[in-house]
Antibody
Framework: QVTLRESGPALVKPTQTLTLTCTFS??????????VSWIRQPPGKALEWLTF???????YYSTSLKTRLTISKDTSKNQVVLTMTNMDPVDTATYYC???????????WGQGTLVTVSS | QSALTQPPSASGSPEQSVTISCTGT?????????VSWYQQHPGKAPKLMIY???KRPSGVPDRFSGSKSGNTASLTVSGLQAEDEADYYC??????????FGTGTKVTVL
């Protein structure tokens, strides 16, 4: 049974760095063709892809946000960590992690975590 | 990287069909077979409904079907049911830009 769960702060101040952790089970990120991705959704708005990391530690970032994002993995802990620097109120959103397969589809999602950026 | 273009809304009566379009470019939708569709109910995480343009994951009803022509992909929901009322998003592998979602379509069952 594949599950993913996001954890991290619900509130961050402008200019701070956000760190979110995705803890997963039911699969291994060292398996060829496996990825974990981060996606966000501002309240009432569309999904936005942020980044994914693959089984070989390849890192892939949204062009518009790449200077602010870092993704990393700890295979032994079954965790993927997202950091986003210089947070702004427009970054207020629900942040999801999801498993991605070699077909570039996100087949399992976490429940999401709402992050509010406010002073 | 621009989002894929979807109509903001679509609707149909129960048992009717509704089709949602997803328009990109030759650098994303038109260039690869990796188009997916997601269903999202209010307050819930998205759910994968279609992958690789037209394949259904296990457990997804065959009322949901996908296709692609050129730079436009489509999702058709046949035999609409009340539980199909949700937001739908397409996505595509985008080569050097890696990945992109659509703007989303709200489907209403009349």
């Amino acid at each position: 049974q594949v599950t993913l769960r996001e954890s991290g702060p619900a509130l961050v101040k402008p200019t701070q760095t956000l760190t979110l952790t995705c803890t997963f089970s039911g699969f291994s990120l060292s398996t060829t063709g496996m990825f974990v991705s981060w996606i966000r959704q501002p309240p009432g708005k569309a999904l936005e892809w942020l980044t994914f990391i693959d089984w070989s530690n390849g890192e892939y970032y949204s062009t518009s946000l790449k200077t602010r994002l870092t993704i990393s993995k700890d295979t032994s802990k079954n965790q993927v960590v997202l950091t986003m620097t210089n947070m702004d109120p427009v970054d207020t959103a629900t942040y999801y992690c999801a498993r991605m397969t070699g077909y570039y589809s996100l087949d399992y999602w976490g429940q999401g975590t709402l992050v509010t950026v406010s002073s | 990287q621009s989002a894929l273009t979807q109509p903001p809304s679509a609707s149909g009566s129960p048992e009717q069909s509704v089709t949602i379009s997803c328009t990109g470019t030759s650098s994303d939708v038109g260039g690869y077979k990796y188009v997916s569709w997601y269903q999202q109910h209010p307050g819930k995480a998205p759910k994968l409904m279609i992958y690789e343009v037209s394949k259904r994951p296990s457990g997804v009803p065959d009322r949901f079907s996908g296709s692609k022509s050129g730079n436009t992909a489509s999702l058709t929901v046949s035999g609409l049911q009340a539980e199909d009322e949700a937001d739908y998003y397409c996505s595509s592998y985008a080569g050097s830009n890696f990945y992109v979602f659509g703007t989303g379509t709200k489907v209403t069952v009349l």
